[in-house]
């Protein structure tokens, strides 16, 4: 079986492996009859250290160790999403696409030795500490995070609710350590949340999707119905906020972008093999909301399967996009199940918007550019997939069809200013006036009309 996904681009399910001693160098156990070629000479020089290291290093170290060192960096080698999960790391994952897990809720990456934060999930001790995009991880209950490898570092991070650990963190900005205590819990995703929110325009349904799981299009479709009866009336439009959402599996995100379209490309794949190309198209009729206006929240926090959902919309004409470039996430994981072994996780395609142009490493453009903070230069902004190690080059774009030309924005987008002033208030999740992007969205909604159905638009 294999599972096709845009998978969570945080590695917090990373390499692992295990297997049994291997005693003989490659070229004996493969005998005379092996290939000459050059893969088989470069396993003989595989096996010949192997040999080396298990009979003379200071220690005798174990043999999975040594494979699973090898295989690890074999694959992360190729690039930052592909990587082995033992079987334990694969049910661990398969439990979060679920929407449940246990932890910090943090999502983190490893990039030039540095444990970053790419982002706390809602509602979870991570996000109630305060910890930031952006931060990096410097101790884990005082053991400097330089000699984990990401797999260790999220182990240690782990553990049973109500324990403690300790971090210590680098921010931007903060010259001293920022050091805390967090207590862990059993972490049930909320992957949609909702609310109805006022505007000149009328009631504006507010829909936070924080990753594309198993039920993210189920979950969308609850919350538009929960909005329509909090409304009790029309709703005007909605906001789609994908601020921070690293992502997920593929068919959501081709679901969720299905539910507020009638028709065009949603997204196509082209690998290696002709297998792995394909082509979704959205279907008639789709359009849940019926044509009313739609803002996307973006930041460079919105990766994979969130900048899938942002490209469709936003080339289909059917949303303006407000907030700041997207993360540049252009790739398509496939798992491959391995026999009592675990998975790998295989990079084994690209993906292409509408427009037939990759985003991969550039990311989706917002129509409406709107940072977060007065001092972009400091923010999150500069993390993105271009700043991941061996990361994809953007590939040659698809000749898709000439696009009909962008309609012009609304009036007001003019007048909306690019960053908050300087007596902005400081941000509280709890407190929607404090949300700059968001209260910028929703002035731009106020002056939008709704919209029939339309066709791909330019590219990101």
Do not use: C
């Amino acid at each position: 079986m294999k599972l096709r996904s845009g998978l969570m681009l945080s590695g917090i399910f990373v390499a692992g492996m295990a297997i049994g001693t291997i005693a003989q160098p490659l070229t004996r156990a493969m005998g005379d009859t092996a290939p000459a070629d050059s893969t088989y000479q470069q396993l003989s020089l595989f096996g010949d250290i192997l040999t080396e290291v298990k009979q003379n290093y200071v220690i005798d170290p174990p043999s999975d160790k040594l494979i699973y060192n090898a295989v690890n960096g074999m694959l992360a080698g190729l690039d930052p999403h592909s990587s082995y999960m033992n079987a334990q790391q694969y049910a661990d994952m398969q439990v979060q696409t679920s929407g449940e897990f246990g932890g910090l809720g943090l999502e983190v990456t490893q990039t030039d030795g540095l444990l970053k934060i790419i982002t706390p999930i809602d509602d979870t001790p991570g996000s109630r500490a305060g910890i930031k995009p952006g931060d990096i991880i410097v101790q884990i209950n005082g053991l400097s995070t330089d000699s984990l490898t990401l797999d260790d570092a999220v182990s240690r991070m782990r553990g049973p609710a109500g324990s403690k650990v300790k971090l210590t963190l680098k921010r931007t900005g903060v010259a001293a350590p920022v050091v805390m205590t967090l207590t862990r819990e059993i972490i049930t995703i909320q992957d949609v949340k909702d609310k109805v929110l006022s505007s000149d325009a009328g009631p504006i349904g507010y829909i936070r999707l924080d990753s594309f799981d198993e039920n993210a299009d189920p979950h969308i479709r609850n919350a538009i119905t929960d909005i329509q009866k909090q409304a009790k009336g029309p709703v005007h439009g909605y906001i789609l906020d994908l601020r921070d959402n690293p992502g997920g599996l593929l068919d959501q995100a081709v679901a969720v972008s299905n539910d507020f379209l009638n028709s065009g490309e949603i997204v196509s794949t082209h690998g290696r093999h002709p297998t792995d190309d394909a082509v979704w198209y959205a279907q008639p009729s789709g359009d849940i909301i019926h044509g009313a206006p739609i803002v996307i929240l973006t930041n460079s926090g919105t990766a994979s399967a969130a900048e899938i959902v942002t490209a469709a919309l936003q080339q289909n004409r059917r949303a303006i996009v407000l907030g700041t470039k997207t993360f540049g996430k252009g790739s398509v994981q496939t798992i491959m199940p391995i026999d009592n072994e675990g998975a790998l996780r295989l990079t084994t395609a690209l993906y292409f918007t509408p427009s037939g142009k990759s985003i991969q490493g550039y990311g989706v453009s917002p129509d409406v550019t709107v940072n977060d903070t007065a001092t972009p230069d400091d923010a999150f902004a500069s993390m993105r997939e271009t700043s991941l190690l061996n990361s994809f080059t953007n590939p040659t774009g698809q000749q898709n069809a000439p696009l009909p030309p962008a309609p012009p924005l609304p009036a007001v987008a003019s007048s909306i200013p690019s960053k908050p002033p300087a007596n902005w208030p400081t941000f509280d999740p709890t407190k929607p006036a404090t949300d700059f992007q968001l209260q910028q969205a929703l002035k731009l909604i106020s002056g939008m009309q709704p919209t029939g159905t339309a066709t791909a638009s330019n590219a990101p």
